[in-house]
């Protein structure tokens, strides 16, 4: 009897470590898929990779892919590991199994429930053979709660975590009001819709597996990103960051980089600069010509902040930046559409950890740098740029612009001064002229008022323009001499004019020294079988200009009689009315 004893101890002993030892083990689910086809020829794919693959029909009929088993700890490590290694898709996830069915793979395989059979119990001594001997135990799947078995168990739960599973909820997108450990009927809602993308009965009530499950795959997804809270002291900003995928990089004022730990990952910059309204509003402007904030997606600015939305087929990004006591602050998050999932994870986080601390912003001179390098590359960060720029100038208040139609005849977008989005409302074939109507009303600092009256051949000249295009912030004044006010074989409405240009320049007025236009600046013309010595440029006749202007609905003003202006007003009052017109892809 003392024998039959032993056997028996030792026989429930294994069965109960069995049913241990199965609640402890969770799978690493990487896919599933409708058919067991598809399954089958994914799970041998995998095979060639991973050595504990295993397919189980899942209770949605679906079939699904797992590494493992491990323990429950073992599996978030594993999911941390192959997530970041990008061995896995990115939506892989923990599971306890308890939605798995029949294994179909390996094929073949003897296993049919994820829960390993327990060895043979020890046969018992010699002397105890008038006892039966056991047979295998065959140990079902530990039942899992019942309802109100799971109530019990979550009453036991601390305020913490409480609070941790309406987090983890969060994080997968199942739950969007406060964190505050309460059940209510929301967090309910959402524990049955978790349980519903798990495939198990959406009570709306967790056992206690399944909130060791939903923990686990939220704490494994904090451990990929990393999040830790980071008070930048240079730049006087806390935020919280994901050390996971990002890494300080440098500072260049008035940024500081956290460039991707990995080739094309996430990259986040934090903005730490001293200044006032007109800083923020420049600062907005700037970030809108860097090749990080596609020009596509929606945006805006008030007095004290902006945001700025960029999107387009290769990168994303989101800006935001906030004026306080004489301190602009804010960041850059960039990444690529493929990491939308988990760029919306970190924005959320970002965005409500982010704040200006202390009154310090980030020094403009930490770091040395020439002025050439700051418009070039405008503090590490490569500009987008314009396929090329050429010049126009203002003829009406609400800032119209007359251009050449060479500038923007095969342009996917038009900017004015690098910024201002604009139309072209129309075109005139015999001047070359176009008119652009900025899409958000202007007001120009001097419009040009058209001389009208008989020109004076051999009288001095100048032509403001951007000759190097969108290199420098200002227009050059060149000046020349009126050789004529016809073509080369008598052509009205044009004047020939002594002057050295570079192609920039077309577009720009041509003044004289009172501050008139006198015309239009013409582009050189191509393909032609004369070439014209260099010195040699032609004009749109101001008269012709304004006629055309004038039967196309725009507004012209003639230059009053005035006397001839020094030089440095002329040269001012030149580059007021003058804009650079940029042709975008």
């Known amino acids: 009897m003392r024998h039959l004893r032993v056997v028996v101890c030792a026989l429930l002993s294994l069965i109960w470590a069995g049913v241990a030892t199965a609640q402890d083990r969770a799978w690493v689910q990487i896919e599933a898929h409708p058919t067991l086809a598809e399954a089958e020829q994914q799970a041998r794919a995998y095979m060639s990779v ?16 797992a590494l493992g088993p491990y323990s429950r700890d073992d599996a978030a490590v594993r999911l941390t590991q192959l997530r970041r ?12 199994g308890s939605n798995f069915r029949e294994q179909y793979w390996p094929v073949g395989g003897t296993q049919s429930s994820p829960v390993q059979p327990l060895p043979a119990a020890p046969a018992p001594e010699a002397a105890a053979t008038a006892v039966p001997a056991p047979t295998d135990p065959v140990i079902a799947e530990p039942r899992d709660e019942t309802p109100a078995e799971a109530r019990r168990s979550e009453a036991l739960l601390t ?12 994080w997968q997108g199942f739950y969007n009001a406060a964190i505050d450990g309460a059940f209510g009927a929301g967090t309910r809602r959402s524990m049955a819709d978790w ?24 704490q494994a997804d904090l451990a990929e990103y990393g999040f830790e809270s980071v008070i ?35 990259r986040v910059i934090l903005i730490s600069q001293p200044g006032d309204r007109a800083a923020l509003y420049g600062l907005y402007d700037i970030l809108q010509t860097l090749a990080l904030v596609p020009v596509e997606g929606a945006r805006s600015r008030n007095e004290r902040s902006f945001e700025i939305n960029g999107a387009n087929a290769t990168v994303q990004s989101y800006a935001y930046a906030e004026l306080s006591r004489g301190l602009v602050k804010g960041y850059l998050v960039v990444w690529s559409p493929e990491q939308a999932e988990k760029a919306g994870r970190v924005l959320t986080e970002v965005k409500a950890s982010f704040r200006a601390v202390g009154n310090r912003a980030l020094d403009p001179g930490m770091v040395a740098m020439s002025d050439a390098a700051r418009r070039g590359l405008l503090a590490g960060l490569e500009l987008r740029r314009p396929k090329f720029s050429r010049s126009g100038f203002y003829v009406d208040g609400s800032g119209k612009v007359v251009t050449s139609a060479e500038a923007v005849a095969q342009c996917g977008r038009i900017t004015l001064d690098g910024v201002t989005e604009a139309s072209v409302t129309l075109t005139d074939a015999a001047t070359g002229l176009a008119v652009l109507t900025p899409k958000t009303a202007l007001s120009p600092p001097v419009v040009a008022g058209f001389q009208l009256a008989a020109d004076r051949i051999g009288a001095e000249i100048a032509v403001a323009g951007y000759a190097y295009e969108d290199t420098l912030p200002a227009p050059v004044v060149t000046y020349g001499t009126l050789e004529d006010v016809q073509g080369l074989n008598g052509e009205a409405g044009l004047k020939r004019l002594g002057i050295a240009t570079l192609p920039g320049d077309a577009g720009g007025p041509v003044i004289d020294g009172t501050g008139a236009v006198l015309g239009m600046l013409l582009p050189r013309a191509t393909g032609s079988t004369r070439i014209l010595p260099e010195g040699v440029e032609f004009a ?11 039967a196309g609905g725009v507004a012209t003003t003639e230059a009053p009689a005035a006397g001839a202006l020094a030089p440095e007003d002329l040269t001012r009052k030149a580059m007021a009315m003058t804009v650079l017109v940029s042709c975008w892809e």
């Open 50 to 65: 991973f050595p504990d693959v295993q397919g189980f029909r899942l209770g949605s009929r679906w079939y699904g892919i």
């Open 85 to 96: 290694e990008n061995l896995i898709p990115v939506d892989s996830f923990i599971s306890d």
């Open 540 to 550: 749109a006749a101001s008269s012709a200009l304004v006629d055309a202007l004038r």
């Open 195 to 218: 349980q519903t993308a798990m495939g198990v009965e959406p009570t709306g009530i967790l056992t206690q597996r399944q909130r060791g499950t939903l923990v686990a795959n939220w």
């Open 232 to 266: 930048e002291s240079e730049a006087g900003i806390e935020v919280t960051l994901p050390l996971g995928l990002v890494v300080f990089d440098h500072y260049e004022p008035p940024f500081v980089h956290f460039a991707p730990k990995v080739e094309g990952g996430m």
């Open 159 to 170: 305020a913490d975590e409480r609070k941790d599973l309406q987090r983890a909820l969060q």
